[in-house]
């Protein structure tokens, strides 16, 4: 029993650690060149912010659409260390700067704010990140203003991103399953009820608010030091939705999901690169497709789990195996149903044996 | 021994009085019916007790052997620590979380570790979690759902759904717990059964009961004490007996004409 229970823990890590090194031997044999790196870093900066905002907007409820300004902060504070400490340290230094003043910002908005729901909720969020990249316009002395920061060195490698991506997805993770995180869970569900039984619902929302806007921090560090280059029109409100359709997509309260559907949308809009023109318009078709096929998200609430695999191929084996019979009598019907009456009735009876 | 004692309780919403000058005292491990025709003002008084409105004015105590703490404008969750628990008149169960689930989240104010071991999983966090599920199937027992607490909250039958919402409310360990018309849209069999899971768990966790509930059959039975609001103001107090004899609790209930017939 207890070696069954080790194996199974260690089966998440070590599949994490034989990702990372097969990634990285590619990136080393330059098989992933510089093209798909960009990509793999959009990947998991998308799913750092995608992961935390589902724990505000999926699992605890509050509908935030200010995530970039939280993102902006990050991105900021991060840039502006390593402009003055160039060094891997002052990297580091500026992701945890940043994550720490993004998670005050967000203590700093949550309080006022989460007395709000729903709609409200979500045109005040985006009202104060609109406050904070205009500040960070006017802050022309430190920000450069709308011209934007240029960084000479980059820090954020594949080893950075991993890390970094693992850290957010775990720790979320973690605190979801924990008692703290059903209390949140508790206040999407039912609000009244859940003061009802004890939890702190104002506690609850500010902390999952913050806890959010320190991984939105922690992705904009990462983004300002792996792109180079950042102006505050980059986290405007099309930032935001641009994450809240990652999370909606992937389905709210399902963390796998968010993952997948960072991961897809960042694989779709680079694939329909080669289609400039009409890039954002098939972009929302087939967002609206997805949607449609899958109102609930692709994973809906739930979690990607070993069972659901072994589910999920049990039946793709079943569909295949009755697809040649399916072809069969589809094609059946197709040739001999071309006029003859007796055609027809082979083919329906065709149908009947598939 | 006194356990909640209300004095002068008033809310009025605006130029209504929902619940005026109520006094109510409900002493250590009695049963305690609060009735009344619709709308004369139980559920506000509910609302009160646990936190859900502040009362315009009076006072409501809660007492800890001879210690006593007044409650009154105090935010729910605070009141629901200090060990008042409750159940709504129209149910409102986590609908969409599993039956063990609606149970756990109720006993979040016993965990016992912090934001750290939360997020990194520590010795201590499986500790209390497996403790916290443990005690959670406990008390599921007492309510035969341990077999389906994996089931969502919603696809419990309706009766079920009943039972589960005061199991829930007990995993918070109240002192006194307070029943919203628990026999509402429930069969007669299935009240019966209900009056024997409140004998049992009143039993089990030492408890005080106050219990709003429209079936007469069921607070005649059960209830060792009766209070009678009627328009906000509380109009009778005494044994079911003497309310049942009570003329102006029949004047409230059937009208003026009812006496004379």
Known sequence: MVKQLNKKALIK???????FFIVQLLIQFNIINYYYQDILATICINIILAVSLNLITGFTGQFS????????IGAYACALTIQRVPTVYGFIAGVILGAMLAAFAGLLVGLPTLRLKGDYL????LGLSEIIRVMFINLDSITNGAAGLYLQYRFVNWFWLFVLTVMTVVLISN??????????ISIREDEIAAEAVGINTTKYKVMAFMIGSFFAGVAGAVYASYFYFIEPNLFGFSKSIDILVVVVLGGLGSLSGSIL???????ISSFLQSFAAIRMVLYAVLLILIMLFRPGGLMGSRELSVAMLVELRKEAIAWLKAMPAKVLSAVRSITKGTGKHGGDKSASKGRFEG | MKLLEAKKLTKSFGGLMAVSKVNMVINQGELVGL????????????NLITGMYAPTSGTITLFDGSHGKTIHGLKPHKICNAGIARTFQNIRLFKDLTVLDNVRIAMHCSVKYGLLSCFLHLPRYRRDEQRIIDESIELLKIFNLDGKMDELARNLPYGEQRHLEIARALASRPKLLLLDEPAAGVNPAETAQLSEIIRKVRRLFNLTILLIEHDMSLVMKICERIYVLDFGSVIASGTPDEIKSNERVITAYLGEDAIDA
Not at chain 1, 261 to 267: E, K, S, Y
């Open chain 2, 35 to 46: 009735i009344g025709p619709n709308g004369a003002g139980k559920t506000t008084v509910f």
């Open chain 1, 65 to 72: 659409l200010g995530h970039a300004g939280f993102m902006s």
């Open chain 1, 122 to 125: 979500a045109i005040a969020t």
């Open chain 1, 261 to 267: 559907a960072a991961a897809v949308l960042a694989l």
């Open chain 1, 13 to 19: 890590p070590l599949a994490l650690l034989v990702t």
């Open chain 1, 175 to 184: 605190f979801v399953k924990s008692s703290h995180g059903r209390a949140c």
